[in-house]
């Protein structure tokens, strides 16, 4: 039984989006994606969000959403990709969930990322650079709330959703 919420956090394109719908639908607990929610909320999407209120604006709304939803139902929540970065959100983020960073390669990460366009910071020149540097900053962020660490590099959505599910019924504190 679980009787936490599930955050999902991790780099864009670790799956946390993808994986979280099947490891919701296998607990048969409901799903939420902060991205969605906070999208939802304000009726923009998250591109718009940032060429109008900048990164600031967006992560104050995303800090709000994260707020409720930390309060709502026990349920499996995906992150945004920078959800770490405010201490405010670990904080949150260590009381009211359980938290599986879903880790992936440059490579796979490039790969599952290059297909649209909606990720206003890998709108560079180079997005690998960019990745690589992210990853760099926020590992150490990621790593500060996991409860469990995943890697999804060798396994497809399915597969690293069992394996998720796998690794929660091991974990005590989960329980
Ligand atoms: N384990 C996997 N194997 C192969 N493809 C995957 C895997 N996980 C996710 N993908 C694909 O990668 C793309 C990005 O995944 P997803 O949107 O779930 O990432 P995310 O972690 O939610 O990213 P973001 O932080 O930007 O919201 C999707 O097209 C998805 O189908
Ligand atoms: O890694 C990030 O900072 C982001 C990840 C996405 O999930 C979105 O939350 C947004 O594009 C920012
Ligand atoms: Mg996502």
């Given amino acids: 039984m679980i009787s936490r919420s599930i955050f999902l956090v991790?780099?864009?394109?670790?799956?946390?989006?993808t994986i979280g719908k099947l490891l919701a639908a296998q607990l048969q607990l409901p799903f939420a994606d902060s991205d969605k929610v906070l999208e939802e909320r304000t009726g923009a999407d998250i591109p718009w969000i940032f060429d109008v209120e900048g990164e600031a604006g967006f992560r104050?709304?995303?800090s709000e959403v994260l707020r409720d939803l930390c309060h709502g139902p026990t349920q499996v929540i995906a992150t945004g990709g920078g959800i770490v970065l405010m201490e405010e959100n670990r904080q949150l983020l260590r009381t009211y969930g359980l938290v599986?960073?879903?880790?992936?390669?440059?490579?796979q990460l490039l790969e599952r990322t290059s297909k649209n366009a909606n990720r206003p910071l890998l709108n560079v020149a180079d997005p690998r650079a960019r990745i690589i540097e992210l990853v760099q900053q926020r590992d150490p962020l990621y790593r500060e709330v996991a409860d469990i660490i995943c890697d999804t590099d060798h396994c497809t959505p399915k597969q690293a959703a069992l394996m998720?599910?796998?690794?929660?019924?091991q974990d005590a504190t989960s329980q």
């Avoid at 991790?10 to 989006?17: E, V």
């Avoid at 998720?164 to 019924?169: F, K, N, T």
Wanted: proline residues 4%; hydrophobic residues 30%; positive net charge.
């Fill in 60 to 62: 104050r709304r995303e």
């Fill in 100 to 107: 599986v960073y879903l880790q992936a390669s440059t490579e």
């Fill in 164 to 169: 998720v599910a796998e690794r929660l019924s």
């Fill in 10 to 17: 991790g780099p864009m394109g670790a799956g946390k989006s």
